[in-house]
């Protein structure tokens, strides 16, 4: 019988119980130990440590979206196609993960997770070129609102997605991914291009 890959047991481990506790509370050893791995040294040992843990997650999730996200850009002609290349790419990786699933809660505890941000903006790949071109089809607002307002699409995004993943992991009915995808582009559009209230 194949020895099982213990890089990979590592990773699903991790992004589990960082999904579940936070990034910088769950302990490499827990990590090591999730993954039945008798190694308690393994993080360091397949990764480098703690850093190089969460860039391979990171670099597995982009991985997984990245395709999809360049071959939807490549035909978008709009604000609105701009934003589904971003966000449909995602639900559509999420549905595709087995019930329980953790890899949205994981994103979201590392998009709120300060001393992870720099590593989710080093690996944002595509998504940054795509979160420029929607900037410049709003070349008509203030460019410090369409600022904020991108960083609130992050936050929407990552919160929507990892509450719809967590009522799926406690729920008979399946998330609907694809209708919440939906949802969340429409949303997007109608918020960022939304009119300024003068103060």
Same mark, same amino acid.
């Given at each position: 019988? $194949?020895r $099982?890959d #213990?890089?990979?047991h590592? /990773?699903?481990a991790? %992004?589990? /119980?960082?999904? %579940?506790?936070?990034?910088h509370?769950?302990?490499?050893?827990?990590v090591?130990?999730a993954a039945?791995?008798s190694n308690?040294?393994?993080?360091?040992?397949y990764?480098?440590?703690?850093?190089?843990?969460?860039?391979a997650?990171?670099?597995?999730?982009?991985a997984?979206? %990245?395709?999809?996200q360049?071959a939807?850009?490549?035909t978008?002609?709009?604000l609105?196609?701009? @934003?589904r290349?971003?966000?449909i790419?995602? *639900?559509?990786? /999420?549905a595709?993960?087995? *019930?329980?699933?953790?890899?949205?809660?994981?994103?979201?505890?590392?998009?709120?997770?300060?001393?992870?941000?720099?590593?989710?903006r080093? =690996?944002?790949? =595509?998504? =940054?070129q795509?979160? #420029?071109?929607?900037?410049?089809?709003l #070349?008509?607002?203030?460019?410090?609102?369409?600022? !904020?307002?991108?960083k609130l699409m992050?936050?929407?995004?990552?919160?929507?997605?990892a509450? @719809?993943? #967590?009522?799926?992991? *406690? =729920?008979?009915a $399946?998330?609907?991914?694809?209708?919440?995808g939906?949802? /969340?582009?429409?949303?997007i !559009?109608g918020?960022?291009?939304a009119?300024?209230?003068? $103060?």
């Amino acid at each position: 019988m $194949p020895r $099982p890959d #213990a890089r990979h047991h590592l /990773l699903d481990a991790a %992004e589990r /119980l960082f999904a %579940e506790h936070g990034v910088h509370t769950v302990s490499d050893r827990q990590v090591a130990e999730a993954a039945r791995n008798s190694n308690h040294s393994a993080v360091h040992y397949y990764f480098g440590g703690r850093t190089g843990l969460v860039q391979a997650l990171l670099d597995r999730h982009r991985a997984a979206v %990245e395709p999809a996200q360049q071959a939807m850009f490549a035909t978008s002609d709009s604000l609105l196609g701009d @934003i589904r290349a971003l966000v449909i790419p995602l *639900t559509d990786v /999420l549905a595709t993960l087995p *019930t329980p699933s953790w890899r949205a809660r994981f994103l979201d505890q590392a998009i709120h997770d300060p001393n992870v941000g720099s590593l989710m903006r080093a =690996s944002a790949g =595509s998504s =940054s070129q795509i979160t #420029a071109s929607a900037a410049t089809r709003l #070349a008509h607002l203030d460019r410090s609102i369409v600022h !904020a307002r991108a960083k609130l699409m992050t936050h929407v995004v990552s919160t929507a997605c990892a509450d @719809i993943e #967590a009522r799926a992991a *406690t =729920s008979d009915a $399946p998330a609907l991914w694809t209708e919440a995808g939906t949802f /969340l582009c429409d949303a997007i !559009a109608g918020m960022l291009q939304a009119p300024i209230t003068s $103060p």
